[in-house]
T-cell receptor
Framework: SAVISQKPSRDICQRGTSLTIQCQVDSQVTMMFWYRQQPGQSLTLIATANQGSEATYESGFVIDKFPISRPNLTFSTLTVSNMSPEDSSIYLC???????????FGPGTRLTVT | EDQVTQSPEALRLQEGESSSLNCSYTVSGLRGLFWYRQDPGKGPEFLFTLYSAGEEKEKERLKATLTKKESFLHITAPKPEDSATYLCAVQADTGFQKLVFGTGTRLLVSP
């Protein structure tokens, strides 16, 4: 399976600011995904990011709040914009395994907004 | 709307005491059901994929089974290192690969 890293691993941010989370994979992958895991809740898909096309957002998530870049087949960023305390969560990227429908997850970014 | 419900929310076992975790799901058309293990402060670790009713998969002390409405994760003679949160997710057979997760079962195995 792919080795996935995320930066930063955690951060504490002031409300109204923005944070960009990076996701790096050690091999080329077509599909990358961004999930949110709020305290006590299940993982929820924010958007799917395919290289060469615009990200596809799930209901309840908008590009202005969560802009995503996918410049190549090994890298993606998720920005959390104009943050509020409700954005405090763990943000996880995952990649699709070639040939199967499995997804492998990065270690996550723990974000606290004060 | 696709949904996944896991039970129990938490489970405490003694080392060697076997048990099962349940994952009930509703999905328009099932492409696959996935089990993950998540340790505190880490991302989910992939365990199994099940594609059709009647399918079973095993890995060490874990065995996953699938019916048309639910999946079970059987843990045989668990050890303290099996303590983790176990997540179940489904993927519908649409053109997208979105995973819909349950809230997980927190398993604690005491020595």
């Amino acid at each position: 399976s792919a080795v996935i890293s995320q930066k930063p691993s955690r951060d504490i941010c002031q409300r109204g600011t923005s944070l960009t989370i990076q996701c790096q994979v050690d091999s080329q992958v077509t599909m990358m995904f961004w999930y949110r895991q709020q305290p006590g809740q299940s993982l929820t898909l924010i958007a799917t990011a395919n290289q060469g096309s615009e990200a596809t957002y799930e209901s309840g998530f908008v590009i202005d709040k969560f802009p995503i870049s996918r410049p190549n087949l090994t890298f993606s960023t998720l920005t959390v914009s104009n943050m509020s305390p409700e954005d405090s969560s763990i943000y996880l990227c995952s990649v699709g395994a070639g040939g199967t429908y499995e997804q492998y997850f990065g270690p996550g970014t723990r974000l606290t907004v004060t | 709307e696709d949904q996944v419900t896991q039970s129990p929310e938490a489970l405490r076992l003694q080392e060697g005491e076997s048990s099962s975790l349940n994952c009930s799901y509703t999905v328009s058309g099932l492409r696959g059901l996935f089990w993950y293990r998540q340790d505190p402060g880490k991302g989910p670790e992939f365990l199994f994929t099940l594609y059709s009713a009647g399918e079973e998969k095993e890995k060490e002390r874990l065995k996953a089974t699938l019916t048309k409405k639910e999946s079970f994760l059987h843990i045989t003679a668990p050890k303290p290192e099996d303590s983790a949160t176990y997540l179940c997710a489904v993927q519908a057979d649409t053109g997208f690969q979105k995973l819909v997760f349950g809230t997980g079962t927190r398993l604690l195995v005491s020595p």
